[in-house]
């Protein structure tokens, strides 16, 4: 069976166990009662932290992005409260907001408006620089609608908005946009009349209570041997490989993300190639036993991915991602049998995050011979 990277190593705390030590003060009440509150807050929002258990990139970016004290400072100004997946009564708030993705920081007015939405791991600076721009209300889901209602010519704006809507959980919002692009350039000669036709493709064939054993991935196929946009083409073979992923048919899917890789643009390299390796480690004995270039590729995507990470930190330093980004890497060195590079990496993220005791644990492991 498959294991997760929490599973395999116990690299994260659980995020519960990690609430007292936190520096932002999480609100404990309803959630109507913190909506009332953040009238008076210096921000006037609420933020709604939405997350769910046994989630690595929900507890890690609770451990690390929230725990930093610039991020907690910034947060002073807000009433902060965590809406848990796997809570009733905080679950029926996500599903009022329509959020899908976790983690998923979601910004609202007192009166319960979607101002923003910021979703899945974001690092320090990044974030920061989201609050930021997000309290001078630039690019909100406001803004965006009236600059896209300013030049409906604009497609690259109208797609803008396609993607706040999403992030922000009106899918059904979005849908008209998309139709409205699809209108002004039904043969999709522009790379966005082609993303949202990839969209709206997707939503067809991708129904959140399908069983992905049901999903008809033939139409997604076709659509993709049309097309020449590299970046919708990587957009497209993502899709193909996460859901012949979740249907366990692996060699497929290794070999949609193959594809997915060689037309990936710049910008997705670091979150992407991340995700890639972690799958590849969670069923590395599967891949090994099935095609051993698989994880060799694993690697090189996993290499290039770090080497992001290591020109983001080195732009802005931020010790504990790029030390955990580090330890991914370093882990499926050890799965390849390459332990010594797995070692000498290990070390290099002991010294870069001392005080991280997951990764001497998981150091003291791969001394015992456990992968």
Not at 24 to 52: G, H, V
Not at 117 to 130: K, M, S
Not at 362 to 370: E, P, V
Request: proline share 5%; glycine share 4%; with cysteine.
């Amino acid at each position: 069976m498959r294991h997760g990277l929490l599973a395999a190593v116990p690299f994260v705390l659980h995020l519960t166990a990690l609430l007292p030590a936190q520096e932002i003060t999480w609100w404990q009440k309803t959630f109507e009662e913190a909506l009332a509150a953040s009238k008076d807050s210096k921000a006037a929002m609420l933020l709604l932290y939405c997350w769910q258990d046994n989630s690595d990139p929900c507890t890690s970016m609770f451990s690390g992005t929230m725990k930093e004290k610039e991020v907690a400072t910034a947060l002073g100004d807000f009433v902060c409260m965590g809406a848990k997946l796997e809570d009733p009564a905080q679950k029926a708030v996500l599903d009022k907001y329509g959020i899908e993705k976790l983690p998923t920081v979601l910004f609202l007015t007192p009166e319960g408006t979607v101002v923003d939405a910021v979703p899945g791991y974001v690092p320090v600076v990044d974030f920061l620089a989201e609050v930021t721009r997000i309290r001078a209300g630039t690019k909100t889901l406001a803004a965006l609608r009236q600059a896209a209602a300013e030049k409906p010519g604009d497609l690259a704006l109208q797609l803008e908005l396609v993607h706040k809507l999403r992030a922000t959980g009106d899918k059904k919002g979005s849908l008209a946009v998309i139709d409205a692009i699809v209108a002004k350039d039904p043969k999709a000669t522009s790379e966005q009349a082609a993303e949202a036709m990839l969209l709206k493709l997707s939503d067809q064939i991708f129904k959140p209570e399908a069983d992905p054993k049901n999903y008809d991935l033939k139409p997604l196929r076709e659509f993709l041997n049309k097309q020449k946009n590299k970046r919708v083409l990587f957009l497209g073979w993502d899709r193909v490989f996460a859901a012949e992923w979740k249907r366990d048919n692996l060699k497929v899917a290794c070999d949609a993300a193959e594809k997915a890789w060689k037309n990936i643009p710049p910008d997705q390299v670091r979150v992407w190639g991340q995700d890639y390796a972690s799958k590849a480690l969670e069923a590395w004995k599967e891949l090994e036993k099935i095609d051993k270039g698989i994880l060799k590729q694993a690697l090189e995507v996993s290499k290039k991915a770090l080497d992001e990470v290591e020109k983001k930190h080195k732009a802005a330093p931020d010790p504990a991602f790029f030390a955990n980004a580090m330890y991914l890497h370093a882990a499926l060195l050890n799965v390849s049998n390459l332990r010594k590079e797995a070692f000498a990496l290990m070390d290099k993220a002991i010294a870069l995050d001392p005080q991280n005791e997951n990764l001497k644990k998981a150091k003291a492991a791969w001394m015992d011979g456990s992968k």
